[in-house]
Nanobody, 118 residues
Framework: QVHLVESGGGLVQAGGSLRLSCAAS????????MGWYRQAPGKQRELVAT???????NYADSVKGRFTISRDNAKNTVYLQMNTLKPEEAAVYYC????????????WGQGTQVTVSS
């Protein structure tokens, strides 16, 4: 079992920045992939960014060049630096941890609200 706790959400003006954190605990040695997703009201949850255990990253096209995902293995924490935020990016941001391969499983945090005022 993996427990994920997000923090860092809040209210920011359009064009501003926020850094989200996701602290992981539990059986994290087996986790291959961690990422951030977001879900706005009335919309489906969508991928924002992922990072592998070897630090390979992947981003949604809409956030490339503005968001950066990173990890601190010593702190078992994954970060999402978000710059130049847009009002349409207001959503609940969720941390995800995935163990790939046979018997793959994923875990979710409780989410952190990001509000972007125009």
């Amino acid at each position: 079992q993996v427990h994920l706790v997000e923090s860092g959400g809040g209210l920011v003006q359009a064009g501003g920045s926020l850094r989200l954190s996701c602290a992981a605990s539990g059986s994290i040695v087996s986790i291959n992939l961690m990422g951030w997703y977001r879900q706005a009201p009335g919309k489906q949850r969508e991928l924002v960014a992922t990072i592998t255990s070897s630090d390979s990253t992947n981003y949604a096209d809409s956030v490339k060049g503005r968001f950066t995902i990173s990890r601190d293995n010593a702190k078992n924490t994954v970060y999402l630096q978000m710059n130049t935020l847009k009002p349409e990016e207001a959503a609940v941001y969720y941390c995800n941890a995935m163990r790939l391969g046979a018997g793959s499983v994923q875990f979710w945090g409780q989410g952190t609200q990001v509000t972007v005022s125009s």
